[in-house]
């Protein structure tokens, strides 16, 4: 009688240890700028960095949807979206995409954006129409297939990488 009371603690101990490796995060990002083939190539080649990160792009619906074996795989995950200049909204309070903007509170005459997604006409396109719509700005030297260049104006830089958020793309200002 022992015996099958010790198998048995050790089957429940071995089926919970299962469940726990068969546990996985889904991360969905929705509104992602994902005009073209090539958006959705380059998603998939930074998610294909993260080991264990499985990634789905569906560009009609601008979602990308994430499937990590843990909360920080994820994480690194959305890190590595994040670093090859997308963004989008989340869902989840378990991931988040990072501030690492170097945007700061206060009217600027001219900022350096660096790390956004931009290789076709149509990412030029979106990003300049996100920029236009910031109070303040006059100009930009966005041009397709560059993921640097200037905006000019009297503006928020807080509000140029929300706009730029808002409309899929993530980058940095280049101090």
Do not use: W
């Amino acid at each position: 009688m022992r015996r099958i009371q010790t198998g048995l603690v050790l089957l429940s101990a071995a089926g919970m240890l299962g469940a726990v490796a068969l546990a996985e995060t889904t991360v969905e990002v929705t509104k992602v700028h994902l005009c073209c083939p090539a958006c959705v190539k380059t998603v998939g080649k930074a998610l294909k960095e993260v080991e264990g990160v499985k990634g789905v792009c569906d560009q009609k619906a601008k979602t990308v949807t994430i499937t990590a074996p843990d909360d920080a795989t994820a994480q690194k995950a959305i890190d590595a979206l994040a670093a090859a200049g997308y963004h989008g909204e989340l869902e989840s309070t378990a991931v988040k995409f990072p501030h690492d903007s170097g945007a700061t509170v206060g009217k600027v005459s001219n900022v350096t954006l660096t790390g956004i997604h931009n290789c076709c006409p149509a990412c030029n396109k979106a990003i300049k129409a996100a920029v236009k719509k910031v109070s303040g700005v006059t100009g930009d030297t966005a041009k397709p297939k560059q993921q640097t260049f200037e905006v000019t104006g009297d503006f928020d830089e807080t509000k140029l990488i929300h706009a730029l958020h808002e409309a899929g793309f993530h980058a940095k200002i280049k101090k």
